[in-house]
């Protein structure tokens, strides 16, 4: 599904060719793409909202003063949601007002707002088709940022034959799925660990690690980026949520290791960000522990955590093994032993005792290490390091694909 994840604003406009945007929502969907639509006046004359809303299952807009939205200015709203604008059909007089920056009805204003991808697929009477005015804000379109697809050539609801029907929908598709290039992990389903753990000592207390998630968050955004169905199971931090990834939030390590199982039906590439205690308190007091005056120590008892990546390492199916080492020094020695000991495919690892790419900073260098050889990646921004690190994880699996294609 090459559009995984992938949020399409579906612009409907007047035409008969209009019945045809419900088979192209379906297959979007079939595609992983998210649909929402909006509709024209005369759109709605010949196919009703209602049937859209049905099939995209989200509300359709029709008003650009939606009484619902509107106190948070809907229209820009659906402008900012969208990775891309695909209007079909798109009749004559549509891309007239289109080109000439007309915002006269909702869907003109979301196109003047958008600031992702538009994409128009026009439908016509051929004689509307080969008008000297539309041809000319045809070129305009072309010239501009604007994507045309089709028109073909064919048998019109008119009974005339010629150019300026509707590209067909599994064209139309195609056409919208090579809009969108990073394909990389396109169908997979990617589970990552992200942020720190807590383990209680009482109510109030508790033992952790200055991990802030932002590496891990990183990573999912930019598995989303490629095409990824991505769950992220994150133990507290104090950033957003990654828009598009299926949320998961724990607490102790025990929560972590139980979401990670529950989610790992299916799952392709398993990549253990998480800075995970290694202990928890076996007793954690239920109210909290006063201090005694005189007594100046306080022992704990502790047990070990699950070692949630070598579960999965070790799960079968085995999915695509990611570990993140953290040292302080002897930085390759220990990643290397860690990826053997625990049956990873990668790990990466970076020196967290330099302050410049620590627990909380924006920026990362790491070493990143396989069976067959290593990698380093310079000091950079987590951003770009995780699409690095997407990049290489798709290599490999490629890599393995063709081997055992070979074997085979």
Request: glycine letters at 6%; one cysteine or more.
């Amino acid at each position: 599904m090459n559009l995984t994840n992938k949020r399409i604003l579906l612009g409907v406009t007047g035409g008969i060719a209009a019945y045809k945007a419900a088979e192209l929502t379906r297959r979007l969907q079939d595609q992983g793409a998210d649909v929402r639509v909006v509709m024209t006046k005369a759109a709605t004359e010949f196919i009703t909202p209602l049937t859209m809303q049905a099939l995209s299952t989200h509300p359709v807009h029709t008003d650009i003063l939606d009484t619902e939205t509107e106190s948070v200015m809907g229209h820009i709203e659906l402008a900012r949601w969208a990775d891309l604008v695909l209007v079909a059909p798109a009749s004559a007089n549509f891309i007239a007002r289109l080109v000439s920056g007309q915002g006269d009805d909702l869907l003109t204003t979301l196109c003047l707002a958008a600031e992702c991808p538009i994409a128009v697929a026009p439908a016509m009477n051929q004689a509307m088709w080969n008008n000297r005015n539309t041809q000319t804000n045809i070129d305009k379109l072309i010239t501009g940022p604007v994507h045309v697809l089709g028109p073909e050539s064919g048998s019109q609801a008119c009974g005339e034959v010629g150019e300026g029907r509707l590209l067909d929908v599994p064209l139309i598709v195609d056409a919208v799925n090579n809009l969108f290039p990073s394909t990389l992990l396109s169908g997979k389903r990617v589970v990552i660990t992200a942020g720190p753990t807590r383990e209680a000592i009482d109510p109030v207390r508790y033992i952790s690690n200055h991990s802030s998630g932002k590496q891990g968050y990183a990573l999912a955004e930019a598995a989303i980026e490629a095409g990824a169905e991505v769950t992220l199971v994150t133990g507290p931090t104090e950033l957003p949520a990654v828009d598009r990834a299926n949320m998961v939030r724990v607490t102790s390590a025990q929560e972590m290791y139980d979401a990670v199982m529950e989610n790992l039906k299916g799952c392709d590439i398993f990549i253990a960000v998480a800075a995970v205690a290694d202990y928890r308190p076996i007793n954690p007091a239920g109210q909290k522990i006063k201090k005694v005056n005189g007594n100046n120590f306080l022992t704990l008892e502790l047990t070990e955590n699950p070692d949630i990546v070598a579960a999965v390492a070790n799960h079968t199916p085995k999915p695509f093994t990611v570990g993140f080492a953290a040292e302080t020094h002897n930085l390759v020695d220990y990643a290397r032993k860690k990826l053997v000991a625990k049956n990873l495919d990668l790990i990466v690892a970076n020196d967290v005792s330099d302050q410049r790419i620590g627990f909380n900073s924006d920026d990362n260098a790491t070493t990143i290490l396989s069976h067959k050889g290593e990698t380093s990646l310079p000091l950079m921004s987590k951003s770009t390091l995780s699409r690095h690190i997407i990049s290489l994880i798709a290599r490999h699996l490629e890599r393995e694909h063709l081997e055992r294609e070979r074997l085979e």
